[in-house]
């Protein structure tokens, strides 16, 4: 159970930075929600951001594809930083999928559209190769037979699904998930979970925000403890999970594992 | 739990896990459930339903009876008309002026061929699933040059190919076609756009948008009327005549334009926020976004108000009398001014009513047929 993912480090590969955030800072008009997060997310590793709500974990990994603007300090995706400036805003966001916690699928849209419609008018992709490229993903997450049916028709799960086969639809470099399972019953959380399991084993990039603590021993390389704004702490799973050095940390967990 | 079983099942008992499908019980479903549910469910009900049937006795013979079975069909003239019922006569021999106004005789042709191809122009726009809909759709983007020279005519004069017909000529539902479907054909992209504009994040173009559609929102349409005949004139420099229906046209689209951007914004706003961030953060740019995301959920949503403003529109148009355009009622009012016909006012207004009650129903189950048509299932 502890180590299901064969860790592998190619030697060039794993040292290479996917993500940078240096020295940054971000306010919601006078409140202070971000301070002085510095992270360096190594290519192909798997992280697990936890903390309490409020905590800005989500709004840390929104400012990675300016969803949120950060108001001070760095942020450099793929060797592109985060400014002003859209043609960069554009470019790292065909390189980073995210998923929601409400999936935010187009409901207007059948499963497949949902699927095609960015590498059709984003990446320019003919129309039928995207439909091959779409069906082989959302054979992935295991639900080809939905293709033709409207979000609004399927689970929870099953949306949550199809949300991430979306993602995965641009050839993402890197994966955002913004707790992806919060909205969703415990079977369908599961389903949901597998599916990130076998992408990490692909080796992509991810970053996930979610109090899926088995998720986080099985597959993260690296877990995150966000309070008020603040990394506390991050470690190795087996370290963070069996010897939390902070006390906020220790509170925390014995909380969300005490049930 | 075995009470619920046997209240279910009287007189039969099944194994758990074995228990069919029964009909219901007799008298709760068909034609007889439904009376029963629905119009005599209870005393006050019942008194309203006989109530209800009591008042359609009463009415509904005499109206048919005016309407037909006392009605006079034809006639030269009110004098004419000899019996207790409709004088329809006048209908009959003034047609034409309730269809086309003063539009010469000679030259009907081409209103028909213009009606025919205002008719091949909106059945692609209505329906996606019709055969050569590709060329139909290339009719309806001509629609608005073919149908003002088929109309407006070429030029004046013996070489003339179609001669001109002044608008002044144009009248009846042919004036109300022409106003209206111009009216709800400009006022949907501009409502969008005005729409758009309002929730922008541009502080000049958001304040232009909202002077805009607060000021035109403010004033009644007869002052919009009255202010481009009348006003717009006095600001142009000598000689430069300004057509007094393309002035018209103009402020009627305008005016719709500001409502339908208000009902616009209230389907913007229904969007819920993700939906914009999963369509940024896939990298679609705003206009994309609008175009394949926000703006076919959010008009959905809103196809009732749409409608609404297009029925509204449609029967404001009457409005244009006032600044001395024939449009259908105009003519209606007209035509019973005539001796040979004067005072029948309760035919003329019925016609009417019937015209602008058809083209109005008509968009009305257009509408449902819409909203059922593009539901996807998902509830919001």
Redesign the interface.
């Known amino acids: 159970m502890s180590d299901a993912v064969q860790r592998v480090s190619t030697p060039g590969v794993s040292d290479e930075v996917a993500i940078q955030i240096i020295g940054m800072h971000k306010w919601y008009g006078q409140f202070h929600v971000l301070k002085d997060i510095n992270l360096t997310v190594r290519r192909g590793e798997r992280i697990v951001v936890c903390g309490p709500s409020g905590s800005g974990k989500s709004t840390m990994i929104r400012c990675i ?3 949120e603007e950060h108001q001070q300090g760095q942020i450099i995706v793929d060797d592109i930083e985060l400014t002003g400036n859209l043609k960069n805003i ?1 470019a790292i ?2 390189e ?3 998923c ?1 916690q ?1 999936f ?5 849209l059948t499963v497949l559209e949902n699927c095609t ?2 590498p059709i ?2 990446r320019k992709v003919p129309k039928a190769q995207a439909e091959e490229i779409a069906m082989e993903f959302l054979n992935k997450v295991r639900i080809p037979e939905q293709a033709a049916k ?4 399927l689970s929870g799960g099953q949306q949550q699904r199809v949300a991430i086969a ?2 995965l639809c ?1 050839s993402p470099r890197i994966m955002l998930f913004d707790e992806p399972t919060s909205a969703l019953d415990p079977e369908m959380i599961a389903e949901v979970l597998e599916v990130m399991v076998n992408l990490a084993e692909t080796g992509m990039t991810m970053i996930c925000v979610t109090h899926e603590m088995g998720f986080a021993r099985k597959v993260a390389d690296r877990v995150i403890f966000m309070d008020g704004g603040e990394i506390i702490e991050q470690n190795e799973p087996e370290e963070f999970f069996n010897n939390p050095q902070s006390e906020r940390t220790q509170q925390f967990l014995s909380q969300i594992l005490a049930h | 739990m075995s009470d619920i079983t046997q209240s279910n099942a009287p007189g039969q008992h099944y194994p758990p896990g074995e228990h069919p499908d029964l009909p219901p019980p007799p008298g709760t479903v068909g034609a007889i459930g439904w009376l029963r549910n629905n119009l005599f469910s209870s005393i006050p009900n019942t008194i309203l339903t006989l109530l209800a049937i009591y008042f359609l006795v009463v009415s509904i013979p005499p109206v048919l009876d005016w309407v037909y079975f006392e009605a006079d069909f034809e006639g030269a003239s009110r004098t004419d008309c000899t019996s207790a019922g409709a004088c329809w006569a006048l209908i009959d021999v003034r047609l034409k002026q309730y269809l086309f106004g003063l539009y010469p005789s000679d030259e009907l042709w081409r209103v028909y061929v213009a009606g025919l191809v205002l008719a091949l122009a909106v059945l692609p726009v209505l329906f996606d699933k019709i055969p050569f809909r590709k060329i139909l759709l290339v009719n309806t983007l001509l629609l608005p040059i073919t149908g003002f020279y088929l109309l407006s005519g070429t030029g004046s004069g013996p070489d003339a190919w179609l001669t001109t017909v002044e608008t002044p000529q144009w009248g009846g539902l042919l004036l109300t076609l022409v106003i209206g479907v111009t009216g709800i054909v400009a006022s949907l992209p501009i409502g969008v756009a005005l729409a758009l504009g309002r929730r922008s994040n541009m502080p000049v173009v958001r304040a232009m948008c909202v002077t805009f559609i607060e000021f035109v929102r403010g004033v009644p349409l007869i002052t919009i009327l009255f202010m481009s005949s009348v006003m717009v004139p006095l600001f142009l420099p000598e000689g430069v005549n300004f057509d007094k229906l393309l002035r018209c046209l103009i402020g009627v689209s305008l005016f719709s334009a500001a409502y339908m951007a208000e009902v616009i914004r209230g389907g913007l706003q229904a969007i819920p926020k993700g939906q914009y961030e999963a369509a940024s953060a896939m990298g679609l740019s705003f206009w994309k976004m609008m175009y394949l995301i926000i703006l076919p959920q959010a008009l959905r949503i809103v196809i009732p108000g749409i409608v609404n403003t297009f029925i509204g529109l449609f029967k404001d148009t009457s409005l244009v009398l006032i600044i001395g355009l024939f449009d259908l009622l105009g003519i209606a009012k007209t035509v019973i001014t005539d001796a040979n016909w004067i005072g029948l006012s309760h035919e003329s207004y019925a016609f009417v009513a019937v015209i602008y009650w058809v083209f109005c129903f008509g968009m009305s189950r257009y509408s449902i047929w819409l909203e059922a048509k593009l539901h996807t299932g998902h509830k919001r």
């Not at chain 1, 935010?104 to 207007?108: D, G, I, S």
């Open positions: 594809n300016r969803l554009d966001r065909r980073v999928g995210m929601f409400h935010n699928l187009f409901p207007h419609l960015a008018w984003v409207y979000p609004g028709q979306r993602s641009m």
